[in-house]
């Protein structure tokens, strides 16, 4: 079963504009949120986090928020720049540690020109 | 400083052939992690090493998969009797190993199996 669902297969912004990339998690045992970019033939790279213990947090152009009751995070990049175009993954890990973390299947944003 | 380095880049093999997968994580990241990745899916969890012992190797589909860490630094990820199902993309990541620390990512390693 997919703990950790991204029904967005894809994406298309203008650059300038929000985007916003969704993850909703069905575990309550989750308490760590991560966020992945991922260009074609490299690693994920890691963008930022948010524990459970907070419902936002913001790095520059991206910001996270999550909803607890919800189970549902979102990753807002504002503005949006063509270098963001890739994939992004939601993750998640549960109390007992840092370890085996729960990916997403992806969203791949497209920033138009 | 240097992240974290998987070789070789791409293996193409028969089916039946084995084949080791090589990640040398970041230095002093005590944890390491093993992903495999397929066509339009997220990373899939294999194993999860602390030092040099397995933690958590519940990932793993099946006995022809089998990872070692001897000396808690590189890590070999041991395929046999590969399969064409077992093409896809192996992701090695590395962390500090403390409470809520990021994974970094290698590359990966993509797998043909012919």
């Known amino acids: 079963d997919q703990q950790v669902k991204q029904n967005s297969p894809s994406l298309s912004v203008q650059e300038g504009r929000i985007s916003i990339l969704n993850c909703d998690y069905t575990?309550?045992?989750?308490?760590?949120f991560l966020w992945y970019k991922k260009y074609p033939a490299e690693g994920p790279t890691f963008l930022i986090s948010?524990?459970?213990?907070?419902d936002k947090n913001e790095d520059g152009r991206f910001t996270v928020f999550l909803n607890k009751s919800a189970k549902h995070l979102s990753l807002h990049i504002v503005p949006s720049q063509p270098g963001d175009s890739a994939v992004y993954f939601c993750?998640?890990?549960?109390?007992?540690?840092?370890?085996?973390?729960?990916f997403g299947t992806g969203t791949r944003l497209k920033v138009l020109a | 400083g240097a992240g974290v380095s998987q070789t070789p880049s791409n293996k193409v093999t028969e089916k039946g052939k084995y084949v080791e997968l090589r990640c040398d994580p970041i230095?002093?990241?005590?944890?390491l992690y093993w992903y495999r990745q397929s066509l339009g899916q997220g990373p899939e969890f294999l194993i999860y090493?602390?030092?040099?012992?397995?933690?958590?190797d519940s990932g793993l589909p099946n006995d022809r998969f089998f990872a070692v860490r001897p000396e808690g630094s590189v890590s070999t990820l041991k395929i046999q009797r590969t399969e064409r199902g077992d093409s896809a993309v192996y992701l090695c990541?590395?962390?500090?190993?403390?409470?809520?620390?990021?994974?970094?990512f290698g590359n990966g390693t993509r797998l043909t199996v012919t």
């Open positions: 948010i524990s459970s213990i907070k």
């Open positions: 993750a998640a890990s549960g109390t007992s540690g840092t370890y085996k973390y729960i």
């Open positions: 230095s002093g990241h005590t944890a």
């Open positions: 990541a590395s962390s500090s190993g403390t409470s809520n620390s990021p994974l970094h």
């Open positions: 575990n309550s045992m989750f308490d760590y």
């Open positions: 090493f602390q030092g040099t012992g397995a933690a958590d």
